[in-house]
C-alpha cells in the first residue's frame, strides 16, 4: 500500500491537487481512496459530487470521502470526552461551551487521520491520498506516542490498578468523579493506535508527504516551518507541488509584474527545498472542478511520470543532541566545501554556496542557542548549536 498526503497553508489549492493526484493513479489501474481530514472541507467541490463520511466510488479506481471530525471525535474519544465534562461541570453549570473544552486542540484532526489506520489494516484500497488540514503541527501530534511510551508502559498499568481501588474513596472525599476503567482503556487503545499510526507514517516505504506551495512570500515561509518539523520527526517529504504559476505563454502586459514576482518565489523554492523535487502546476484559465480538469492538472504536474512513486526518500535534514549541544545536519547534495557560508537572522538559518542560497527555518528548540561550529563531509553540513563561547 501507498499512502501520500498533502499539506500546506490554507488556500493554496492541495485539495485540488490531492484529488488530481488521485485520478491519475486511478487510471493506471490501482485502488485509489482519495479523503480528506480538513474540517473545512472542499473535496466534494473539487469533484463536482457529493461525498460522505464513507468512501464514495466515483469512477472505476476511485474512491472518495470527506471524514466527519465530529463523529470521529465521538467515536474515538467519547467515553473520555464524556468523563472530561463530568469533571469541568462537577461544580459548574453543564453547556455546551464545557463540551467543546474537552476537544483539545488537534484532536479533530488527529482522530480523523486514525480512520486510515483502519482502512491500512484492512487492505481495501492499494493508494491512499490524504487531503490534511492547512498545517503540518497535526502530524507533529502523532509523535506524541513516543514521548509518552516510558510513561504509558510502566506508570499507567500501576495508575490504571491504583484508581480502580481507591477511585471510589477518593471520589467520595473529593466530590469529584474518577474515570472509569472504559475511560482509562480508551485512553490506552488510542495511545497504541497512535503510536501505529506513527509507524505506518514514518515509514518510507509505505508513506511520503507532498508539501504545495504557490509562489508568494507568505506561503513560502510557512511551507519551510512546516517543511523544517517535519524532517525532524521523520516524516519523509518527497516532493513538493508549486501551484497556479502563470504559464510563460501568457503574455498580457497585466500579468508581467506578477510573473516577474513568481519567478523571483520560484527560485526562494528551489533554495529552500533542494534536493527535493519540485513539481509546477500551471494557473490554468478556469477553475479546476470535475474530472476532466482534475485529469488536466494531474498531466501538467507528473507530465510522464507516476504519481504513485516515491519521488525522493532520504532524511534533507535532522536534529540530534551531542551533550550539552545540539547538532543541524542538512544534506547539501552538490555542494563544495569551499563555497559554503553561513548566517543566522531570527529564525532564519541562510547557507550560501556561490550563487546557490538555502533557507531553513529553524525549530523552536535552537533558537535560544548560538552556531559554535560547522563541518562539512559527505554532502551532509553539520551544525553545532550551543550557549556559551562561540567557536
Same mark, same amino acid.
Given at each position: 500500500?501507498?499512502?501520500?498526503?498533502?499539506?500546506?497553508?490554507?488556500?493554496?489549492?492541495?485539495?485540488?491537487?490531492?484529488?488530481?493526484?488521485?485520478?491519475?493513479?486511478?487510471?493506471?489501474?490501482?485502488?485509489?481512496?482519495?479523503?480528506?481530514?480538513?474540517?473545512?472541507?472542499?473535496?466534494?467541490?473539487?469533484?463536482?459530487?457529493?461525498?460522505?463520511?464513507?468512501?464514495?466510488?466515483?469512477?472505476?479506481?476511485?474512491?472518495?470521502?470527506?471524514?466527519?471530525?465530529?463523529?470521529?471525535?465521538?467515536?474515538?474519544?467519547?467515553?473520555?470526552?464524556?468523563?472530561?465534562?463530568?469533571?469541568?461541570?462537577?461544580?459548574?453549570?453543564?453547556?455546551?461551551?464545557?463540551?467543546?473544552?474537552?476537544?483539545?486542540?488537534?484532536?479533530?484532526?488527529?482522530?480523523?487521520?486514525? *480512520?486510515?489506520? /483502519?482502512?491500512?489494516?484492512?487492505?481495501? #484500497?492499494?493508494? =491512499?491520498? %490524504?487531503?490534511? !488540514? $492547512?498545517?503540518? &503541527? @497535526?502530524?507533529?501530534?502523532?509523535?506524541?506516542?513516543?514521548?509518552?511510551?516510558?510513561?504509558?508502559?510502566?506508570?499507567?498499568?500501576?495508575?490504571?490498578?491504583?484508581?480502580?481501588?481507591?477511585?471510589?474513596?477518593?471520589?467520595?472525599?473529593?466530590?469529584?468523579?474518577?474515570?472509569?476503567?472504559?475511560?482509562?482503556?480508551?485512553?490506552?487503545?488510542?495511545?497504541?493506535?497512535?503510536?501505529?499510526?506513527?509507524?505506518?507514517?514514518?515509514?518510507?516505504?509505505?508513506?511520503?508527504?507532498?508539501?504545495?506551495?504557490?509562489?508568494?512570500?507568505?506561503?513560502?515561509?510557512?511551507?519551510?516551518?512546516?517543511?523544517?518539523?517535519?524532517?525532524?520527526?521523520?516524516?519523509?517529504?518527497?516532493?513538493?507541488?508549486?501551484?497556479?504559476?502563470?504559464?510563460?505563454?501568457?503574455?498580457?502586459?497585466?500579468?508581467?509584474?506578477?510573473?516577474?514576482?513568481? *519567478?523571483?518565489? /520560484?527560485?526562494?523554492?528551489?533554495?529552500? #527545498?533542494?534536493? =527535493?523535487? %519540485?513539481?509546477? !502546476? $500551471?494557473?490554468? &484559465? @478556469?477553475?479546476?472542478?470535475?474530472?476532466?480538469?482534475?485529469?488536466?492538472?494531474?498531466?501538467?504536474?507528473?507530465?510522464?511520470?507516476?504519481?504513485?512513486?516515491?519521488?525522493?526518500?532520504?532524511?534533507?535534514?535532522?536534529?540530534?543532541?551531542?551533550?550539552?549541544?545540539?547538532?543541524?545536519?542538512?544534506?547539501?547534495?552538490?555542494?563544495?566545501?569551499?563555497?559554503?557560508?553561513?548566517?543566522?537572522?531570527?529564525?532564519?538559518?541562510?547557507?550560501?554556496?556561490?550563487?546557490?542560497?538555502?533557507?531553513?527555518?529553524?525549530?523552536?528548540?535552537?533558537?535560544?542557542?548560538?552556531?559554535?561550529?560547522?563541518?562539512?563531509?559527505?554532502?551532509?553540513?553539520?551544525?553545532?548549536?550551543?550557549?556559551?563561547?562561540?567557536?
Amino acid at each position: 500500500m501507498r499512502i501520500i498526503l498533502y499539506t500546506g497553508k490554507g488556500g493554496v489549492g492541495k485539495t485540488s491537487i490531492a484529488a488530481a493526484t488521485a485520478v491519475k493513479i486511478a487510471e493506471q489501474g490501482k485502488k485509489t481512496l482519495v479523503l480528506s481530514t480538513d474540517p473545512a472541507h472542499s473535496l466534494g467541490d473539487s469533484f463536482d459530487m457529493k461525498l460522505s463520511n464513507e468512501p464514495v466510488e466515483l469512477r472505476k479506481n476511485l474512491w472518495a470521502q470527506e471524514i466527519d471530525a465530529i463523529h470521529e471525535v465521538e467515536e474515538g474519544w467519547g467515553k473520555v470526552q464524556k468523563y472530561f465534562t463530568e469533571l469541568f461541570t462537577a461544580k459548574a453549570v453543564k453547556d455546551i461551551t464545557t463540551q467543546e473544552l474537552t476537544v483539545f486542540p488537534g484532536m479533530e484532526d488527529l482522530l480523523s487521520l486514525l *480512520r486510515i489506520l /483502519k482502512y491500512y489494516k484492512e487492505g481495501r #484500497f492499494e493508494v =491512499i491520498i %490524504i487531503d490534511c !488540514a $492547512p498545517t503540518g &503541527e @497535526t502530524l507533529a501530534l502523532l509523535s506524541f506516542p513516543e514521548m509518552l511510551r516510558w510513561w504509558m508502559e510502566k506508570l499507567f498499568p500501576l495508575k490504571k490498578k491504583a484508581i480502580k481501588v481507591a477511585g471510589p474513596i477518593a471520589e467520595s472525599i473529593l466530590k469529584i468523579p474518577m474515570p472509569s476503567g472504559q475511560v482509562l482503556d480508551e485512553i490506552d487503545n488510542m495511545y497504541y493506535q497512535l503510536d501505529e499510526m506513527k509507524k505506518i507514517f514514518t515509514d518510507r516505504d509505505v508513506t511520503s508527504i507532498r508539501i504545495v506551495v504557490n509562489p508568494e512570500k507568505m506561503v513560502i515561509k510557512e511551507a519551510q516551518r512546516s517543511f523544517t518539523y517535519l524532517n525532524i520527526y521523520d516524516f519523509n517529504v518527497d516532493a513538493v507541488v508549486v501551484n497556479r504559476v502563470i504559464p510563460e505563454n501568457v503574455t498580457d502586459e497585466y500579468f508581467k509584474v506578477w510573473k516577474d514576482i513568481q *519567478r523571483k518565489y /520560484k527560485e526562494d523554492i528551489i533554495d529552500s #527545498f533542494t534536493p =527535493i523535487p %519540485i513539481y509546477y !502546476a $500551471p494557473l490554468f &484559465e @478556469t477553475e479546476v472542478v470535475g474530472i476532466k480538469m482534475l485529469k488536466r492538472m494531474a498531466e501538467e504536474v507528473f507530465k510522464g511520470e507516476s504519481p504513485v512513486e516515491i519521488k525522493y526518500n532520504g532524511r534533507a535534514q535532522s536534529v540530534s543532541k551531542d551533550g550539552e549541544d545540539y547538532i543541524l545536519a542538512i544534506a547539501m547534495p552538490f555542494m563544495d566545501k569551499k563555497d559554503l557560508s553561513l548566517n543566522q537572522k531570527g529564525d532564519q538559518l541562510i547557507i550560501k554556496a556561490g550563487s546557490i542560497k538555502r533557507n531553513i527555518t529553524l525549530p523552536r528548540t535552537l533558537l535560544d542557542f548560538s552556531i559554535k561550529k560547522a563541518k562539512f563531509e559527505e554532502e551532509m553540513l553539520k551544525i553545532w548549536f550551543g550557549g556559551g563561547n562561540d567557536e
